[in-house]
């Protein structure tokens, strides 16, 4: 082969393999959100971090400050290295509710009265809780710390929710973790006893996929605040939401306690309770029937309490509270947590196949 054929064969190599990577190099700036990987004799296309992915990242570092690590209080040490708070002796997580420091949290921790704790900022500022307030409904605790201007996430609304539907929890070293909704609503029933509903004590809770940790503040993907994981170790990931117990915390703010109304029944949801013969639910889909387990020793109407003064008896079925009607969306201590303590309601009952109205005091829990 002369030199000349040499010659125009090798710049046409390098003349094609120069518009390749040309033409690679353009298109890596031409389309920012495609990185080109050479791999061999095949080339790969890596997509970077889709909308989501970034949405996520940027809402939890917005998030990030408005969470709290809670410990037990360390006693006043001569070895510095002892005063220092670990995230291993970290006894439960919170979640900023008003600028000036009013906190949401769950855990064993609070059961002991004796203990003191020290609320550590994403900042590390460590503040010592000046009040405690324990929610009876729905097993969370309110601290009070003495501060001002602390962000405050958005809450969100439990029925703006869906099966399947993300959500941004904090995880170990201030990283985040995803759990997707699995059921919701959700009530655990391993006995026929936890069918049993409370006026007082009745939740529409969510079961999540995978773990998050104990105590854990947990938000949808816009940032809003969906309410506390109520999960100790070893249990489903269930989660407390935040509608159930906004308004004892708003009632606490105003008051400086927790007021709840209190009316005194057990009692089954007709519309989740199929089989039941027409003699229990005298051909009724939807209420509240007012019924025992005495196995458990879970009365139907608790002794002296509004609903036995006005009269109200196991086998009565609840169809409506003044003009709000209990139905398969709608359950009676939903109800009965909208009126205050001391309010006057009207109760519509089907008592053997007749309706009765009873005007019911609400009591205080």
Known sequence: MSKPLKLILLSTLFGLASGIVGGLISSAYISPNRIIVLGG?????????????????????????????????????????????????????????????????????????????????????????????????????????????????????????????????????????????????????????????????????????????????????????????????????????ANFWQKNFLALIKNEKIKQPYLGVNYLDLANSPGLKESFNQSKTAGALITNDKASGIVGVTKNSPAETAGLKDGDIILKINSDEITQKTDLAEIVRDYAPGAKIQVTILREGKEIVLEVELGEK
């Open 41 to 241: 004799e095949k080339e790969k296309v890596v997509e970077e971090k889709n909308n989501t992915e970034e949405k996520i990242l940027e809402t939890y570092k917005k998030l990030l400050p408005t969470v709290l690590d809670i410990y037990l209080e360390k006693p006043v040490a001569k070895d510095p290295l002892g005063q220092i708070y670990l995230e291993k002796d970290r006894v439960a997580l919170g979640v900023i509710l008003t600028s000036d420091g009013w906190v949401a949290t769950r855990g064993k921790a609070f059961v002991d009265s004796k203990n003191r704790f020290a609320v550590v900022t994403n900042d590390k500022k460590i503040f010592t809780p000046q009040k405690t307030i324990f929610d009876e409904a729905s097993g969370i605790y309110f601290l009070k710390i003495e501060t001002e201007n602390l962000p405050v996430p958005e809450l969100g609304s439990y029925d703006d929710l869906s099966l399947g539907e993300k959500i941004i929890f904090p995880a170990e070293k201030h990283s985040f973790g995803l759990a997707e909704i699995k059921t919701i609503p959700y009530k655990k029933i391993a006995d026929p006893k936890d069918l049993l509903l409370s006026s007082e004590r009745s939740f529409e809770l969510i079961l999540l996929g995978g773990k998050s940790a104990i105590s854990a503040p947990l938000f949808d993907l816009n940032g809003k605040l969906v309410g506390l994981s109520s999960t100790t170790s070893g249990e489903e990931n269930i989660v407390m939401p």
